[in-house]
């Protein structure tokens, strides 16, 4: 019914930037939250960035001043911009919409969750 589809995820050098894109298509009535979480081999999957439909952004410590988290309300579409990167923000990262759905009359709440993109930082 609600598909998240994330883009841009790839291999770069530390230090290097990368800009990660996330486009929610279907029955869509509204999107509340969206955000970004990543897990690495070993590790849960943590929150990376948050950010709700009024713009308010939420940021785990370890990427505050390097990664900015945006969105285009009119496109549904979620965006991560990561710059400094670092060998330690290897991971998969998934994109993640509080979304209401429309069912006819009737509109009801569901989360949604990319696929996930891979995103390997390493010289």
């Known amino acids: 019914q609600v598909q998240l589809v994330e883009s841009g995820g790839g291999l770069v050098q530390p230090g290097g930037s990368l800009r990660l894109s996330c486009a929610a298509s279907?029955?869509?009535?509204?999107?509340?939250?969206m955000g970004w979480y990543r897990q690495a081999p070993g590790n849960q999957r943590e929150l990376v960035a948050t950010?709700?439909?009024?713009?308010?952004?939420n940021y785990v410590d370890s990427v505050k001043g390097r990664f900015t988290i945006s969105r285009d309300n009119a496109k549904n579409t979620v965006f991560l911009e990561m710059n400094n990167l670092k060998p330690e923000d290897t991971a998969v990262y998934y994109c993640?919409?509080?979304?209401?759905?429309?069912?006819?009359?009737?509109?009801?709440?569901?989360?949604?969750w990319g696929q996930g993109t891979q995103v390997t930082v390493s010289s």
């Open positions: 279907g029955n869509i009535f509204s999107i509340n939250a």
């Open positions: 993640n919409a509080d979304v209401l759905v429309r069912f006819g009359v009737i509109n009801y709440p569901t989360t949604s």
């Open positions: 950010i709700t439909s009024g713009g308010s952004t």
